[in-house]
Nanobody, 116 residues
Framework: QVQLVESGGGLVQPGGSLRLSCAAS????????MSWYRQAPGKERELVAR????????NYADSVKGRFTISRDNAKNTVYLQMNSLKLEDTAVYYC?????????WGQGTQVTVSS
């Protein structure tokens, strides 16, 4: 079955960096569009970044442009989110999502807390 396992979350000070990873299995990773979403307490889940399968084109939420970078390693079935210059408002649970064959698949999420 499809599995998405996120890792790399944690506590970081403002201005710091984290790299999230999402290890995928159970589907053809190379043909799937992969995304990172986040959900802060009391807020709706929002798209952070997306990377498409074919040419690897990316798009980002305005709030993270220039600070976050999404990438993928198709040989390792893994998608990454490099987060730099973290802000307090980046605190959220971050979820990995795969879109494959017309279906969405979600990971369990990893907590990112930005605090001084």
């Amino acid at each position: 079955q499809v599995q998405l396992v996120e890792s790399g979350g944690g506590l970081v000070q403002p201005g710091g960096s984290l790299r999230l990873s999402c290890a995928a299995s159970g589907f053809t990773f190379g043909t799937a569009a992969m995304s990172w979403y986040r959900q802060a307490p009391g807020k709706e889940r929002e798209l952070v970044a997306r990377i498409r399968s074919a040419v690897g084109s990316t798009n980002y939420a305005d709030s993270v442009k220039g600070r976050f970078t999404i990438s993928r390693d198709n040989a390792k079935n893994t998608v990454y989110l490099q987060m730099n210059s973290l802000k307090l408002e980046d605190t959220a649970v971050y979820y990995c999502k795969a879109y494959n064959m017309g279906r969405d698949y979600w990971g369990q999420g990893t907590q990112v807390t930005v605090s001084s």
